[in-house]
T-cell receptor, first 114, second 113 residues
């Protein structure tokens, strides 16, 4: 069964550095998402992406975040200048269509900012 | 704002027994969707069950069923005949017409052999 994959599984970075988290969505899916979960807190929506542009974003997704689909398979989340509070698990998800359709989640990337 | 509350951080159940996980949500919308996702240790979240708010009938998927009380804004998950493989973190989630999911904080389920 097709799965969403994410790399790396764990990323450690110093405060102020840029990080890129990578995701490979399921191949015939059209909608892509990023979520984050700070330890012990809720999974929070960051952004959705469709047709090569952001379709929806939360207030968390400020100017230090950006997303890109650089080729036909990868979907990336860039954090330009990491802060300590960016430490979290970041989940990528994809869905074939929008609305009620299921989102398929990746295993997550644990980002640790020191 | 939409919020999803799971008041049980941890639950345990004896193998073969039944357990119910609670979820409440807050919304002013009339048309929305509710989900239960399961996240086994070190694995990705997978969908367990989905409920459309306009449907009065409770969704069922094999051993998993929900008790959807729209007026009370309650969406509990019942797992019957619990198996060791059911041990996981369970997240309740809400979604309206857009793409954004709102998740609860999760309930960690332990299955006791």
């Amino acid at each position: 069964e097709p799965e969403v994959t994410q790399t790396p599984s764990h990323q450690v970075t110093q405060m102020g550095q840029e990080v890129i988290l990578r995701c490979v969505p399921i191949s015939n899916h059209l909608y892509f998402y990023w979520y984050r979960q700070i330890l012990g807190q809720k999974v929070e929506f960051l952004v959705s992406f469709y047709n090569n542009e952001i379709s929806e974003k939360s207030e968390i997704f400020d100017d230090q975040f950006s997303v890109e689909r650089p080729d036909g398979s990868n979907f990336t989340l860039k954090i330009r200048s990491t802060k300590l509070e960016d430490s979290a698990m970041y989940f990528c998800a994809s869905s074939r269509l929008a609305g009620a359709y299921e989102q398929y989640f990746g295993p997550g990337t644990r980002l640790t900012v020191t | 704002a939409q919020t999803v509350t799971q008041s049980q951080p941890e639950m345990s159940v004896q193998e073969a027994e039944t357990v119910t996980l609670s979820c409440t949500y807050d919304t002013s919308e009339s048309d929305y969707y509710l989900f239960w996702y399961k996240q086994p240790p070190s694995r990705q979240m997978i969908l367990v069950i989905r409920q459309e708010a306009y449907k009065q009938q409770n969704a069922t998927e094999n051993r998993f069923s929900v008790n959807f009380q729209k007026a009370a804004k309650s969406f509990s998950l019942k797992i019957s005949d619990s198996q060791l493989g059911d041990a996981a973190m369970y997240f309740c989630a809400y979604r309206r017409s857009g793409n954004q999911f709102y998740f609860g904080t999760g309930t960690s389920l332990t299955v006791i052999p």
